[in-house]
């Protein structure tokens, strides 16, 4: 149930694991089959896309380190300062949307965060989030700095690219769900686009391996994480 505002949006990324008695097809149809289309009818929803995590077609090549086993993403967008579990208290819709989530959910980890997009996103493929760690020796402030100052505009540069949104972390929820584990830590988020057609990926530009070798001089450990997007409720960008 969307509505438009005038509040500026955050955007909330979880990262999900299934609970271990649930086999990947029964949590789907949890998750995607109820809670997904649940979803047009939470208010204040301004998007909300379900991320369903698929083979990596680009794992070869990535620089990425090991990936913590996920079974999905969620991300939504909400106006600031919205609070759901208020809305679960006089909302009997919201009560149970988000009630039932622990009987499939068995680790989560939410990121309340601000979204910054350089390359506005070509849907319709894969998209692949990466979660990025700062190298040994730099503060979070001086590297989320650079990497919203001059690695995200670098983006914006590259010919073809079929979308990269970086997603500042403003805030950390503690759940009473367990976290999931192993994740070590997430300094900012991105996220990238990529075609299901091969032919029809970013070419090999100057402007791609500069684009890339600032990555690769500022990220230390870095997660990658291919997912098939379901949007329930249409996001902003």
């Known amino acids: ?132 760690a700062r190298k040994p020796g730099t503060s979070h402030e001086d590297f989320v700095r650079h990497v919203l100052g001059v690695h995200g505009p670098m983006a914006s540069a590259v010919p073809g690219l079929g979308g990269y949104v970086l997603s500042e972390i403003v805030r950390r929820p503690q759940m009473a769900l367990p976290p999931v584990p192993g994740l070590g830590d997430v300094d900012i988020i991105g996220t990238s686009w990529l075609p299901l057609d091969p032919s029809e990926r970013t070419p090999d530009t100057p402007e791609r391996r500069a684009w890339l070798a600032d990555g690769a001089a500022h990220f230390g450990a870095f997660q990658r994480h291919v997912m098939v997007e379901h949007a329930f409720v249409t996001p902003p960008n």
């Not at 579990?85 to 989530?101: M, P, T």
């Not at 009987?103 to 979660?131: C, D, Q, W």
């Open 1 to 132: 149930m969307a509505h438009a505002s005038s509040r500026p949006l955050t955007k909330s990324i979880s990262l999900i694991v299934r609970k271990a008695e649930l086999s990947r097809e029964q949590f789907n149809a949890r998750w995607l089959g109820e809670h997904g289309p649940g979803a047009r009818r939470i208010p204040d929803l301004h998007g909300f896309v379900l991320g369903e995590i698929t083979q990596d077609p680009g794992r070869a090549q990535s620089a990425a380190g090991h990936s913590v086993a996920l079974d999905g993403v969620a991300e939504s967008w909400q106006p600031e300062g919205v609070d759901r579990a208020a809305q679960a208290r006089e909302n009997a819709l919201v009560r149970d949307w988000l009630g039932a989530a622990p009987s499939y959910i068995g680790a989560i980890n939410i990121f309340v965060t601000r979204e910054h997009v350089f390359a506005p996103p070509k849907r319709g493929g894969l998209k692949v989030m990466t979660l990025i």
